[in-house]
């Protein structure tokens, strides 16, 4: 299963909102994570099942989408999201991750 | 708490072999998938590979299921990744991370710090 995301960078400033796409060559039903990996450091779990947000992580994030279209919103960007962002299909094996994108502020 | 430290990176001649460890603490080892994901140098996520709580089942990404064993060793809560016929597009940070299941949804909850293999002919 394919995963296109777009865009694969994005400059925003800090208060706006930002929205990432991500899209399945085929249906997925809810079966997509999305992870925020800073620089230099492991990627972090943010997002589960499409929409759940994962223990910890601020209510500024927000998942939508099911079956092949996915978004993730950060309502108000804050100077620490600065980072890259990156949606994975957990529907079938071989997982897959999309390409990521890097969020600058 | 849980953590999950890989090591056995470094640099390696192309056409060898190496063997990635990690080490897992801070739950019970038997109950939890473990995944290997890997990164080149300012690229995206690759998913590479599972193997089970049990043992049982392994999976690979297409691209890299003729080179990579999988592994784990429950008495050592250690999970293995060796991979053979290394080139230079293997040059990479490998990261070790625990699948968890909530519901019908699985997801990488916890991850290492990664381990840097340097391919170098």
């Known amino acids: 299963i394919q995963l296109t995301q777009s865009p694969s960078s994005l400059s925003a400033s800090v208060g706006d909102r930002v929205t990432i796409t991500c899209r399945a060559s085929?249906?997925?039903?809810?079966?997509l994570a999305w992870y925020q990996q800073k620089p230099g450091k492991a990627p972090e779990l943010l997002i589960y099942?499409?929409?759940t947000l994962h223990s910890g992580v601020p209510s500024r994030f927000s998942g939508s989408g099911s079956g092949t279209v996915f978004t993730l919103t950060i309502s108000s960007l804050q100077p620490e999201d600065l980072a890259s962002y990156h949606c994975?299909?957990?529907?079938?094996?071989?997982?897959?991750f999309g390409h990521g994108t890097r969020v600058e502020i | 708490q849980v953590q999950l430290v890989e090591s056995g990176g470094g640099v390696v001649q192309t056409g060898n072999s190496l063997r990635l460890s990690c080490v897992v603490s801070?739950?019970?080892?038997?109950?939890?998938?473990f995944h290997w994901v890997r990164q080149a140098p300012g690229k995206g996520l690759e998913w590479l590979t599972v193997?089970?709580?049990?043992?049982?089942?392994?999976y690979f990404a297409e691209s890299m299921k003729d080179r990579l064993i999988v592994s784990r060793d429950d008495s050592k809560s250690t999970v293995f990744l060796q991979m053979n016929r290394l080139t230079d597009v293997d040059s990479a940070v490998y990261y070790c991370?625990?699948?968890?299941?909530?519901?019908?949804?699985?997801?990488?909850?916890?991850w290492g710090q990664g381990t840097l293999v340097n391919v170098s002919s």
């Open positions: 991370a625990r699948s968890r299941c909530i519901g019908r949804s699985c997801q990488l909850d916890s």
């Open positions: 801070g739950f019970t080892f038997g109950h939890f998938n």
């Open positions: 193997i089970s709580f049990d043992g049982r089942n392994e």
């Open positions: 085929q249906g997925i039903t809810n079966k």
């Open positions: 099942a499409a929409s």
């Open positions: 994975q299909q957990v529907d079938t094996y071989p997982w897959t």
